[in-house]
């Protein structure tokens, strides 16, 4: 293979996993970048579709829920296949990363169209699922539809994404969103307010805004493959799916995923008790819920790094150095979380002055974010750990332990402190506190005793059986 004629990646294929672990923050700013600018793309249809109503805004919050639940489904490929090519280049399988890299785009693909016809034929039966009023499913419902027909779009972003992250490309990706972002702001204004002769489409317009900017951006990764990496997917990869390597990909991402859709199923069931307190209540939780994603998504992003680098170092077989990862991201996460949920604890009257003029949302948010300064220093654990279980091989506990603690925790506890008790939303979060720092202290005392180790040594095993010979193509789909 050609030598690559652009930047070096920070965790070039050639350098020892090892030399690698300092790369830490080198490797986090951009995947929070990214992913904030993605969640940035919710706050910002937020912001402008206040101007039409709070009850516009809690129907667009709660469409976004469906589609987030989807794009978690994605997140089966595009996790495991993130792990298993950092498993191949930290034991200098390049060719065997790229055999990963194609299968997963193919798949995923599939996967997204399936989700775009599901969406459009069950669009109304899914916002009665959740117990939207009608009123509001006058906004929700041409959003949903308008939004889940193009998912596949998501879906083939998402497995780009995992696979330039993997080979150390986190720059590129954010790149991307920030394109993303200024498309989908210019196209809001023209299609929200009318500019420029252009018609009021009001919450149809910033559907199709975010259309159109996922549909250029999704025309960019695939350039970047190709560009970056020297990838090529052919069309036989869409059709000719190697269940050996699709299985290794689900090996990993099927209980990651189950993980995260259990959250999200159980988070939506959270919504719906959210629901029945009023139209004002949900309008408080979107808003509270916009600023609280700025806080975990430093912990995501430290997390998918921690990722990226113990999975280099488990394919390399240095499982002392991923085991001292783990603390020093832990260390880097917990200041960060605590020093960023402050500030936004602080800011917060000023923060939700922006969205609404409403004294009972603001007043309410502010107390939900000051619950949220003890809540995310425990989301750190959660994350951070389970992502460097996950990049060890060790990814059904997580599962087990979350499912008891998402439904055991935060929905019954929803229920009996914010229902039954009457505390409204601030009984919501604290059982939110209560299920996060649960599920983060026992991921670390799993971590500490390492219990890891085992998955690790037969992950390292896995990517010295499959080497691939540097003699075979590269990109051949019948291959195993």
């Not at 951009?30 to 993605?38: G, M, S, Y």
């Not at 200098?92 to 990963?100: F, L």
């Not at 069950?122 to 939207?132: G, H, S």
């Not at 260390?331 to 009257?349: C, D, E, K, N, Q």
Request: aromatic share 8%; hydrophobic share 55%; glycine share 8%.
């Amino acid at each position: 293979m050609s030598k690559p004629r652009h930047r070096t990646p920070i965790l070039p294929k050639t350098e020892s996993a090892t030399a690698a672990r300092h790369k830490l923050l080198p490797l986090a700013w951009p995947i929070f970048i990214e992913q904030l600018l993605h969640m940035s793309t919710g706050v910002i249809d937020t912001f402008m579709v206040s101007h039409i109503s709070d009850g516009a805004v809690a129907a667009l919050g709660s469409a976004n829920q469906i589609i987030i639940l989807f794009v978690v489904l994605f997140g089966i490929v595009g996790i495991g296949t993130s792990v298993v090519i950092t498993h191949h280049l930290g034991g200098g399988d390049r060719a065997g990363a790229d055999r990963i890299a194609a299968t997963a785009i193919g798949v995923n693909t599939w996967f997204g169209l399936i989700a775009s016809v599901l969406v459009l034929a069950l669009a109304k039966p899914m916002l009665d699922l959740i117990q939207l009023s009608s009123a509001l499913q006058v906004y929700a419902l041409p959003f949903l539809s308008i939004m889940g027909a193009t998912l596949f779009l998501e879906a083939m972003i998402q497995a780009a994404s995992a696979v330039l992250r993997a080979h150390g490309h986190t720059r590129d990706a954010m790149v991307v969103a920030i394109g993303q972002n200024v498309l989908n702001v210019i196209g809001n204004c023209i299609l929200l307010f009318g500019l420029w002769g252009a018609p009021k489409m009001g919450v149809e317009g910033v559907a199709l805004s975010t259309v159109f900017s996922r549909i250029v951006a999704c025309a960019v990764m695939w350039a970047l493959l190709s560009y970056r990496i020297h990838l090529r997917v052919r069309v036989a990869d869409f059709f000719q799916i190697s269940k050996e390597r699709l299985g290794r990909i689900l090996h990993i991402g099927l209980p990651a995923a189950a993980e995260q859709t259990s959250w999200f199923l159980s988070f939506m069931t959270v919504t719906a008790l959210t629901a029945r307190m009023g139209d004002q209540a949900l309008a408080t939780q979107s808003y509270a819920m916009q600023l609280v994603w700025v806080v975990v998504l430093c912990s995501v992003a430290i997390g998918l790094a921690t990722e990226i680098i113990i999975g280099h170092m488990v394919g390399a077989g240095e499982f002392e150095a991923a085991y001292q990862q783990l603390l020093r991201s832990l260390r880097v996460g917990f200041v960060i979380a605590v020093l960023v949920a402050s500030a936004v604890a602080l800011l917060s009257p000023w923060l939700l002055g922006i969205f609404t003029q409403d004294p009972v949302i603001i007043a309410t948010g502010v107390l939900l974010m000051r619950i949220g300064v003890l809540l995310e220093p425990g989301r750190v654990f959660n994350l951070v750990v389970i992502n460097a279980l996950r990049a060890t091989g060790d990814a059904r506990y997580p599962v087990l332990m979350g499912v008891f603690s998402m439904w055991g925790v935060l929905v019954l506890g929803s229920w009996f402190l914010g229902t039954y008790l009457g505390l409204g939303l601030m009984g919501v979060w604290i059982a939110m506190t209560a299920d996060e720092w649960l599920r983060g202290l026992m991921m670390y005392r799993r971590w500490k005793q390492r219990k890891w180790l085992k998955y690790a040594e037969r992950t390292r095993a896995k990517v010295e059986a499959h080497k691939v010979p540097a003699t075979t193509p590269v990109h051949s789909s019948s291959a195993g």
